[in-house]
């Protein structure tokens, strides 16, 4: 089936540092992805919308100079938390719909990333 | 906002079925049911969908009412793997998804 991976599963990082965040959907096209962030004991939070080829949406309250999304291809979208600070640190998770695979198979299933755990000191 | 609404929390005995309820009272017609579940420190997993049939995989059955209004989602066999958060989503298209609290199941030897 569609497999959505992120690298890395987790990063520790000095404060003031950028981290980027990679997420690939390995056996098909993804012209659509999504980034959430999550807090302990706290459900999915969406943060933007990723469209390849254009700009990111951002949810309200996110900052978008904070948080640069980039989808530069049908299989690659970006989060890079720019400047982090402790209070970023969280669980962030892409996902992508199982459109047109490279093979032509659609399941109408939204695929989401194994996340990423972002610790800031 | 989430458009679901679910009971924070159930517990189910290992081996029984697992019944989890959800309700949709805003759902539209051309809107699907769809239900994820997280494991602790993992990204959510896909485990089934509908539109106004029931449905059934190799996961999990999806009971939708005849209105739309509410489903519920069975596990036939619990088993403790299956102690997860259960989110019950509606969406139409390959649009975002927006997760309301889900319900802690827990399954218990």
């Known amino acids: 089936g569609a497999v959505v991976s992120q690298h890395p599963s987790w990063v520790i990082c000095k404060s003031g540092t950028s981290v980027k965040i990679e997420c690939r959907s390995l056996d098909f096209q993804a012209t659509t992805m999504f980034w959430y962030r999550q807090f302990p004991k706290q459900s999915l939070m969406l943060m933007a919308t990723s469209n390849e080829g254009s700009k990111a949406t951002y949810e309200q309250g996110v900052e978008k100079d904070k948080f640069l999304i980039n989808h530069a291809s049908l299989t690659l979208s970006t989060l890079t938390v720019t400047s982090a600070h402790p209070e970023d640190s969280s669980f962030y998770i892409c996902?992508?719909?199982?459109?047109?695979?490279?093979?032509?198979?659609?399941?109408?299933?939204?695929?989401f990333g194994e996340g990423s755990r972002l610790t800031v000191l | 906002d989430a458009k679901t609404t679910q009971p924070p929390s159930m517990d189910c005995a290992e081996g029984r079925a697992a019944n989890l309820p959800c309700n949709h009272s805003t759902i539209s017609g051309n809107e699907y049911v769809y239900w994820y579940r997280q494991i602790h420190s993992q990204g959510p997993q896909y485990i089934i969908h509908?539109?106004?049939n029931n449905e059934t995989n190799e996961m999990a059955s999806l009971i939708i009412t005849e209105d739309r209004k509410s489903s519920t989602l069975i596990l036939p066999h619990a088993t403790l793997r299956d102690t997860a958060v259960y989110y019950c989503i509606d969406i139409q298209g390959a649009q975002k998804l927006v997760f309301g609290q889900g319900t802690r199941l827990t399954i218990n030897p």
């Open positions: 509908g539109l106004k």
């Open positions: 996902s992508a719909w199982g459109g047109t695979t490279l093979a032509g198979w659609n399941t109408g299933e939204l695929f």
